[in-house]
């Protein structure tokens, strides 16, 4: 899995150095130990890549436009949006933004002149607009409060700039610095970045597109997410059923985390992003109230598993050419809505995949060969696409139909998903031996053979 992958890797680094492992091997396996971790196998080249252009220079810096783009397939940055930091080279200082703004302006008391910097901190942290802030101080793909799309989800939308003005910089190629120490909130962590690095200088199309300019110099740099990095547990679990087992296999216990027993106290802390709520406690909400907001705990009743999103995978029906999947997604957070929420599953049927009722439906194709075995599923705008705190309303659902290929069986656990993500974040699933079982002994059969049956069996009574 995603979360054990860099461990094989720090292994190699942790023998003795006397190991008859060559040390260029043992050096590489330290690399590893990080990259590895950043490495989606459904999302191969997945990433948020950040470019800055100089469009022109200024009396003692640069004015440069910052675009940010969002090419991971399916995850993305929620409100309260993203959060952009750096350190500065030498002494910069930002005099204006237009489509963002620094959280703090720092100590401007050395600056000279009438005129107030936007911004003197030497590592500036940089957020986004809000929406409905006047237009003078906007910029295309600006003012979304940081919300950043998934690719695959939303293209349109997975993309977001801001303009800044530098001062005591140098206005060349050649007295530029590069900032340094990149970071990325989204708005948590779990992001890593590259150096800065300068590359080829963008090209721009004028409207007619009849012309072609060129920026001044750009660089850019890569933040890629890490899910082990960004939670000490995983966010979400997987329970199953089938039409033809009474038994719901339950998600795994102490799969996000471990309730705490034997607590007198309303709320018990078990991570550092979690609280439990009694379910006996009288007035809940009082215990909720004090811990809320987008970077709150999450607040949920205590549970075997103790996970904030369970996702439940019913196999409802069985056709004679098709079988009917109905999905359950329930937010147990007491007190966080999901925008934008997204699903990923990996089932080799979904090659065969038909319709999907109540959500919508992209294929993804991470290698880009013909094997179509993972798809994405998001709500439906206005319908949907919110998944709301726990509660009555707190869970979407759809069903969804697969045509049968000669693969199709409901033995072995056939049926079910092999992978769950929520969110692009890794669902812990029941064990293989864990599955919903046939009936012992038997088999089901599919409707046409059932309706051949009964006709063969009306014809020998009508002979006979």
Not at 266 to 272: K, R, Y
Request: glycine letters at 6%; a neutral charge; proline letters at 8%.
């Amino acid at each position: 899995t995603s979360a054990t992958e860099p461990l094989v890797s720090c292994l190699f680094s942790s023998l003795p150095l006397h190991s008859s492992l060559p040390l260029l091997l043992r050096l590489l396996s330290l690399c590893l130990c990080v990259s590895l971790s950043a490495f989606d196998s459904l999302d191969p080249t997945g990433n948020i890549t950040i470019k800055w252009d100089v469009m022109s220079w200024t009396g003692d810096g640069y004015e440069a436009t910052v675009t940010m783009y969002n090419w991971q397939l399916y995850r993305h940055i929620d409100s309260p949006g993203w959060v952009l930091g750096w350190s500065w080279a030498k002494k910069e200082i930002i005099w204006n933004m237009v489509g963002a703004q620094a959280t703090e302006q720092g100590d401007c008391s050395k600056v000279t002149g009438g005129t107030i910097p936007h911004c003197c901190a030497p590592t500036p942290q940089i957020v986004d607009l809000l929406p409905g802030v006047p237009y003078s101080a906007q910029t295309a793909n600006c003012c979304r409060g940081g919300v950043l799309s998934a690719f695959a989800q939303d293209p349109a939308n997975a993309v977001s700039s801001f303009i800044i003005t530098v001062g005591r910089s140098g206005n060349t190629n050649t007295s530029v610095v590069i900032p340094k120490n990149f970071t990325l909130a989204g708005p948590g962590p779990g992001y890593s970045c590259s150096p800065a690095v300068v590359v080829p200088k963008t090209k721009f199309l004028s409207p007619d597109k009849r012309r072609t300019t060129l920026a001044l110099m750009t660089w850019n740099l890569t933040c890629s997410y890490s899910q082990p990095q960004a939670q000490k547990a995983p966010s979400c679990c997987v329970s199953f059923s089938a039409f033809y087992n009474s038994t719901i296999i339950p998600c795994p216990t102490c799969a996000c985390d471990c309730p705490t027993n034997g607590t007198s106290s309303a709320v018990a802390s078990l991570t550092t992003n979690q609280l439990c709520i009694d379910r006996n406690d009288p007035q809940p909400l009082l215990a909720t109230s004090k811990n809320t907001g987008p970077l709150a705990p999450d607040m949920l009743f205590c549970t075997q598993d103790m996970c904030p999103v369970k996702i439940h995978w019913h196999i409802k029906l069985n056709y004679q050419d098709y079988w009917r999947v109905k999905i359950t997604i329930t937010n147990r957070d007491l007190s966080r809505n999901y925008t934008l929420w997204n699903m990923v599953a990996q089932h080799p049927n979904f090659e065969n995949f038909t319709e999907a009722f109540s959500f919508s439906y992209k294929a993804l194709n991470p290698y880009g060969d013909s094997s179509n075995n993972t798809a994405l599923f998001w709500g439906v705008k206005y319908y949907n696409d919110m998944l709301m705190q726990g509660g009555p309303d707190g869970n979407v659902q759809s069903e969804i139909l697969f045509r049968k290929d000669s693969s199709f069986t409901l033995a072995n656990g056939w049926a079910f998903p092999h992978k769950i993500l929520f969110n692009g974040d890794e669902c812990v699933l029941p064990g293989p031996d864990q599955y919903p079982s046939l009936p012992s002994g038997t088999t089901i059969p599919r409707v046409g053979v059932l309706m051949v049956l009964l006709l063969v069996m009306f014809a020998l009574a009508a002979l006979l």
